[in-house]
């Protein structure tokens, strides 16, 4: 019920606009289109949920700041290059999915996205990162992985609820001391970039975390083991790891996340 339409009324543009109003959910996934269509403004204030998700966009229009209530934008697989500064209007916005497009920076007005809980930019040319990516304090995850980053910003020490942190595929050779203040951090992966050391403190401060993986970076795991907090650290994987095995016993090894990779 609800979900067929007679062949008579087809899908119209009314049609259309009377649902994305009912539902707030405006689903526009492998449409071949070029460009945010126009009806999609008519419903502004009443879209929640706009997934315009492999597309041919290759710009976001300025107006898309009409849209003020939207909470989940999902514009993944396109091909943008950069985003307009009306972004910061959005601050209902709890997830920006941007991944596989060819954003090559971000405004810094997407600090002002205050309510963000999930950013995901991964696949892009992404040089670096708004020095004011701190201002989210709401983040919970943060995927920056295969871009062209060769640093974090020290402002993401300010991105107090962040939980889970991927930034694989860079050129990263270091990251910011001010990790060490993202206490809820549960999760940190930094596969493939350039890393020789971590800051002195992140395991003896970051106190949440449970799984770290520096797969194909110069850090050995002697450094990692010889950093304040390790013992600590590894109690905290090793409980989270046996919590896994008593809960998946039926699962194939291969499926558990053992939660330390430097390999």
């Known amino acids: 019920m609800g979900c067929c339409h ?10 259309r606009i009377a649902r994305w109003r009912s539902t707030g959910i405006v689903a526009l996934r492998d449409s071949k289109l070029r460009a945010l269509p126009s009806e999609v403004l008519v419903v502004d204030s009443f ?3 706009l997934d315009l998700t492999n597309n041919k966009i ?17 514009l993944a697989d396109n091909l943008i290059e950069s985003f307009p500064t009306t972004i910061g209007v959005l601050r209902s916005l709890k997830v920006l999915i941007l991944d596989g497009n060819r954003v090559t920076d971000l405004p810094d007005e997407l600090g002002s996205l205050y309510r963000l ?7 892009n040319s992404l040089t670096c ?5 701190g201002d989210l304090r709401n983040l919970l995850l943060l995927n920056v992985s295969n871009n062209k980053l060769k640093s974090l910003p ?13 930034a694989n595929g860079n050129f990263i050779e270091e990251l910011p001391p001010s990790v060490c203040n993202l206490l ?8 493939n970039n350039t890393i020789r050391q971590l800051p002195q403190n992140l395991l003896k401060d970051c106190k949440a975390l449970q799984n770290v993986s520096l797969h194909d970076n110069p850090i050995s795991m002697d450094q990692f083991q010889q950093m304040e907090g390790f013992e600590e650290f590894e109690a905290r994987r090793k409980k989270k790891f046996d919590k896994q095995i008593d809960s998946n016993v039926m699962m194939n090894s291969a499926g558990l996340d053992e939660g330390l990779d430097l390999r």
Do not use: Y
Request: hydrophobic share 35%; with cysteine.
């Open 184 to 191: 809820h951090l549960k999760f940190l992966s930094l596969n």
């Open 129 to 133: 990162l708004p020095k004011n990516i």
């Open 154 to 166: 020290e402002s993401i020490g300010g991105c107090v609820s962040l939980e889970e942190l991927q």
């Open 47 to 49: 879209v929640r949920t």
């Open 58 to 74: 290759n710009e976001v229009t300025p107006e898309i700041s009409r849209l003020v209530n939207m909470q989940r934008l999902v």
């Open 6 to 15: 007679s062949n008579s009324g087809g899908d119209s543009s009314a049609n």
């Open 117 to 123: 809980e999930r950013l995901s930019i991964t696949g």
